[in-house]
């Protein structure tokens, strides 16, 4: 070989070689510890159509990625751990910090996850419920609290709640504190934040800022007296100290749930991927079913059937938070002829769940819930055990 091609051949090979294309980064950090570094947790991107890329973090919880596939909104990141639900979220990612949340113990646990890029510096979490105001200066309340508050950019915030329904209705919303008099800021919509919430060890259910918005108070989703999420997902800006808004959020001011609005493709689609979902089910192949049934709740949110066939998925592998999770959603979202047919085996599953934990007033109530839908024997008998208790 000419000497003189030598130097061109090696910077061929080393901007061809992995090392080369990892000119972008993550964080990983945990979700309930401020400031720990989560080693070894392996870090994927992935895009339909091309091969996955995976990588571990460093002991500062730190992975290098390769910054164009990062920067692709095609693109998803995953972030796996033993131990931590997994993570999934859309690219773009490069440079952001992600937060890892243990695996939850509780059937009635929520653990909500707030995460964005580096401006604004501070955004705070807000759980507000009947008597309680659960945020930077109030950590603590009632079964809630404030694991991780954050003032310099990136999160995580994170608050968990050991125990939701039981007729309580709670709001989460999300407020610019570095905008508190500026109501007609852009930043929180700019911020790249998303919130991510968990239910037993799964990532259940993921919002993303709406962009292009102004204001300075995201309010997120609510949780319903029987335990529904609702989606809010809106902006508006506001003039008030952290402490108020809770007045805010509690006057019924911050919006009613949003109805999606699903395409007859999408629609079409989802059925397709449910129907997928159910020979996946029925040939023991639940994992996929899981897959199949998110995806299908993913393109029409207010899918009845998918959240009730993912309930029996979750039910099935011994997933019992998620399974109550799901199987409420499709009591709330139950249509149709068979919709008392629906809502009557959710309960009744709910029931099963509660009474195998030894949670016999709560398994009760759904027993009790599922003979007033459609009476059967058996929901008679389930009434009559745990009364004997």
């Known amino acids: ?99 890892l949340s243990p695996v939850m113990d509780s059937l009635d646990g929520i653990r909500v996850v707030l995460s964005w890029g580096a401006d604004p510096l501070d955004l705070d979490s807000h759980l507000v419920f009947p008597g309680n105001h659960v945020y930077f200066g109030k950590k603590s309340g009632d079964g809630a609290n404030l694991d991780v508050d954050d003032t310099d950019s990136y999160g995580p915030e994170t608050i968990t709640l050991q125990r939701s329904g039981n007729g309580i209705a709670y709001e989460y919303a999300v407020h610019d504190f570095s905008n508190l008099d500026r109501p007609a800021s852009e930043e929180l919509s700019d911020s790249s934040a998303t919130v991510f919430v968990y239910v037993g060890e799964s990532l259940v259910r993921t919002y993303y800022v709406p962009r292009g918005i102004a204001g300075n108070l995201w309010s997120v989703f609510r949780i319903t007296g029987n335990g529904e999420f609702q989606d809010i997902n809106q902006i508006r800006g506001i003039r008030s100290n952290a402490a108020g808004i809770d007045g805010v959020v509690s006057s019924g001011r911050s919006g009613a749930p949003v109805a999606a609005v699903v395409s007859q493709g999408n629609l079409s689609q989802a059925r397709s991927l449910n129907r997928a979902g159910e020979q996946a089910y029925a040939a023991g192949n639940l994992e996929e079913a899981l897959r199949l049934y998110r995806q299908a709740i993913d393109l029409h949110p207010e899918f009845g059937q998918a959240y009730s066939n993912l309930g029996l998925a979750y039910l099935k592998l011994g997933r019992a938070a998620e399974a109550i999770w799901a199987s409420r959603k499709a009591i709330a979202l139950a249509d149709g002829q068979y919709a008392n047919v629906t809502r009557a085996n959710s309960h009744y599953n709910i029931g099963m769940l509660y009474e195998k934990a030894g949670q016999y007033e709560q398994a009760l109530d759904s027993y009790q819930a599922a003979q007033r839908e459609r009476p059967k024997p058996a929901y008679e008998e389930a009434i009559r055990r745990m009364l004997s208790r």
Do not use: E
């Open 1 to 99: 070989m000419p000497r003189s091609l030598l130097p061109l051949l090696l910077a061929c090979l080393f901007l061809s070689s992995p090392a080369a294309a990892q000119n972008g980064s993550v964080q990983v950090l945990s979700a309930t510890v401020k400031d720990q570094k989560i080693a070894g947790a392996n870090v994927i991107l992935q895009k339909d159509g091309t091969r996955s890329v995976s990588v571990d973090t460093d002991a500062q919880g730190r992975a290098g990625i390769d910054a164009a596939r990062a920067s692709d909104p095609g693109t998803l990141i995953i972030i796996k751990k033993p131990g931590y639900s997994n993570l999934v979220a859309k690219c773009p990612c490069d440079g952001l910090t992600y937060a």
